[in-house]
Nanobody, 125 residues
Framework: QVQLVESGGGVVQAGGSLRLSCAAS????????RAWFRQAPGKGIESVAA????????YFADSVKGRFTISRDNDKKMVCLKLNSAKPVNTAIYYC??????????????????WGQGIQVTVSS
């Protein structure tokens, strides 16, 4: 059973940066599209960013464009999300997700088959 494990969460001051990483537990796992979603307190889950299998196609939610970056290392089975110029509204549980069927970056949660357990990010004002 493939497990996705997020790391790098915590508390960051507004305007600061934080880097989230997500590693896959199985060496034989070959994820196609990968993505990050988040769920803020009292709200539903929303897409943040996604990256295609080879990294040539990237999606960002409008609210994070120009501030967040997403990258992947297929050899290490990792995907990273860098939060720059963090805002208090970015406080949420962040989830990484991987697809076995979708190649292109997608902001749709249904495109993803595997999900991490989530990691807390808190942006203090």
């Amino acid at each position: 059973q493939v497990q996705l494990v997020e790391s790098g969460g915590g508390v960051v001051q507004a305007g600061g940066s934080l880097r989230l990483s997500c590693a896959a537990s199985e060496r034989s796992f070959t994820p196609l599209a990968r993505a990050w979603f988040r769920q803020a307190p009292g709200k539903g889950i929303e897409s943040v960013a996604a990256i295609s299998w080879m990294g040539s196609n990237i999606y960002f939610a409008d609210s994070v464009k120009g501030r967040f970056t997403i990258s992947r290392d297929n050899d290490k089975k990792m995907v990273c999300l860098k939060l720059n110029s963090a805002k208090p509204v970015n406080t949420a549980i962040y989830y990484c997700a991987s697809s076995q069927t979708t190649i292109r970056a997608s902001g749709r949660s249904r495109a993803y088959d595997y999900w991490g357990q989530g990691i807390q990010v808190t942006v203090s004002s």
